[in-house]
Nanobody
């Protein structure tokens, strides 16, 4: 079992920045493929960013490319999502995910085995 706990969400004005953190426990962090997804009410969970075990393979959704940065610190068992130039359309619940096997696209919900409880990000206009 893997436990994931997100933090860092909140209310920010458009153009501002936030950094989300996700602390993992229960399994060697270096063995986990990590990702961030987001979801708004009534919509499917949407891929945001993913990172491999060593941090040298990274994927971003087109909607966040150039504004968001995913990173990980294996010594701290933590993955981060640095969000800059935030827009009102970035408002969502943000979820951390962990995958234990090699991914296909890395961008679909079914490729991840464990999920955090989510942290809310609200961007005001």
């Amino acid at each position: 079992q893997v436990q994931l706990v997100e933090s860092g969400g909140g209310l920010v004005q458009a153009g501002g920045s936030l950094r989300l953190s996700c602390a993992a426990s229960g399994r060697p962090f270096g063995s986990l493929r990590m990702a961030w997804f987001r979801q708004t009410p009534g919509k499917e969970r949407e891929f945001v960013a993913a990172i491999n075990w060593t941090g040298d393979r990274i994927y971003y959704a087109d909607s966040v490319k150039g504004r968001f940065t995913i990173s990980r610190d294996n010594a701290k068992n933590t993955v981060y999502l640095q969000m800059s130039s935030l827009k009102p359309e970035d408002t969502a619940g943000y979820y951390c995910a962990a995958g234990t096997t090699f991914g296909r696209t890395w961008q679909t919900v079914d490729e991840y085995d464990y999920w955090g409880q989510g942290t809310q990000v609200t961007v005001s206009a």
